[in-house]
């Protein structure tokens, strides 16, 4: 599976963005899709997992009650719904899959493909 991540940009403190990960592929279904992010100087850390059929998630404690995730399979997209954002979350945003992974799956190297970044700049 192939991997497009779009949506990042500029947004004040307590303002939202919807980030998109676009997949090639006929069975995304089988997917375990996942967020991760990399500020500067910073290793790349887990935001949260969506299993292939939507209905279980994970997030990481930074961000729960303010991120959410969901897909739509018939579109082979998941998207990242971030709200209340603050400038701690500036970063890379990165989606990566696994087929059959879990959604707390938080290691980089448990996912075998990965899209390219797209920035997140929150102003204070």
């Known amino acids: 599976v192939q991997l497009q991540a779009s949506g990042g940009g500029l947004v004040q403190a307590g303002g939202s963005l919807r980030l998109s990960c676009a997949a090639s592929g006929r069975i995304f279904s089988s997917y375990t899709v996942a967020w991760f992010r990399q500020a500067p100087g910073k290793e790349r850390e887990f935001v949260g997992g969506i299993n292939g059929s939507g209905g279980t998630t994970t997030y990481a404690d930074s961000v729960k009650g303010r991120f959410t995730l969901s897909r739509e399979n018939v579109e082979n997209t998941v998207y990242l719904q971030m709200n209340s954002l603050k400038p701690e979350d500036t970063a890379v945003y990165y989606c990566?899959?696994?087929?059959?992974?879990?959604?707390?799956?938080?290691?980089?190297?448990?996912?075998?493909?990965w899209g390219q970044g797209t920035l997140v700049t929150v102003s204070s």
């Open positions: 990566a899959a696994q087929m059959y992974g879990r959604t707390s799956a938080q290691r980089t190297y448990e996912y075998g493909a």
